[in-house]
């Protein structure tokens, strides 16, 4: 793993670490990362994706969402401002 970025700033500041802390960072390297990603609905299906987003608890918010095709496609979109709320009432 000597491209890795983690090894390289390990490199740069060796001298001035303190102990332990080059077994943490490869207990950082070595961990699992599952990447999340967007996936296709069926063939002749659209998805539909929302989300919701508060500056605050509670704070102003704000609500929007897309529509695909199976092909990936976007095909409509909107945003909203949604006042002020919690972050879980704007997430409904």
Known sequence: MAGHPLMAIWGLTKDIMGAGLHEKINTLISKK??????????????KLNVDGYSKCNPGLTATGGLIRDCMGSWIRGFAINTGVCTSVRVEL
Request: hydrophobic share 45%; no cysteine; charged share 15%.
């Open 33 to 46: 990362i599952n990447v999340v990603g967007w996936k296709y609905p069926p063939q002749d299906w659209m």
